[in-house]
């Protein structure tokens, strides 16, 4: 009997992890990519947890809430990585375990990134390289400057994030979901996915509110559009990319009189998603449950 109820519950969890395809065929714009996706551990990166890399065909794992908590409210999670890796647990499976047990519905997206190569060693000199490019630019609204590669592969990954809504969206009832209670999250190059979504989308795609954590950067001079997404920013002061572009978002957003609100934490760094570092951002997400 605790056999069978084991196997039961093992079999619940997989069917509530499922990764689904987040196009019908093929993702528009990398047909011909050949790259192979892998799985990886790069220590310190991610606090030595799995990240995938060479990513090209978007997926969306998703996770349930138990019926008697769910509230009808869905959530995109979009890891980050630099647009060359996605930071898979801290910034992505751990958040939407977190979520699902508050009753939310969570989709983990892995959206399409730069080559790296196929062997570890090229991951190795393509993350090496990625870190040495990106500056800090203190002019820049964006509060950073991409490298070319980066700035290639990003209207893919946020058109990824498009779709992803429209999925989820387009399911809402088979998932118990509202359809008008569908959000997306971000981390890092995760953020600059979901603020993409929100500056650019149509009606099916668009977002009924977005939280980009540390990366809320916005392009020098976009128009806001007219039905702006409520946000919740959230990022740490001694990041200060991410600090600078999420005061100039939040900024412009209040500015427009859209509904807006930031958080910033005194210490926290970048990259910290679910990871512990005895600091207030260990309890950053019970933040963004208490205002969803």
Known sequence: AVVAVVLALSTVCSAQEQAIPVWPGAAPGSEAWTQKEET?????LAAGGPLVRNVTQPTLTVFLPEHAVANGTAVVVCPGGGFHFLSWDSEGTEVARWLAAHGVAAF????????????????????????NSTKHDEHSTAGFTLPESMRKVMPLAIADGRQALKVVRQRASEWNIAPDRIGIMGFSAGGIVTMGVVMEHDAASR?????????????????????????????????????????ATYSKWKGAGYPVELHVYAKGGHGFGMNKQGLPTDHWIERFRSEE
């Open 40 to 44: 990886v551990h790069l220590p310190p």
């Open 207 to 247: 977002p009924n509110f977005a939280a980009p954590i540390y990366g809320a950067g916005l392009a020098e001079g976009p128009a806001l559009p007219s039905d702006a997404t409520p946000l919740f920013i959230l990022c740490a002061s001694d990041d200060s990319a991410a600090a600078a572009g999420s005061v």
């Open 108 to 131: 983990v997206l892995k959206y399409r990134l730069v080559d790296t190569g196929p062997t570890a060693e090229d991951f190795r000199t393509a993350v090496s390289a990625m870190f």
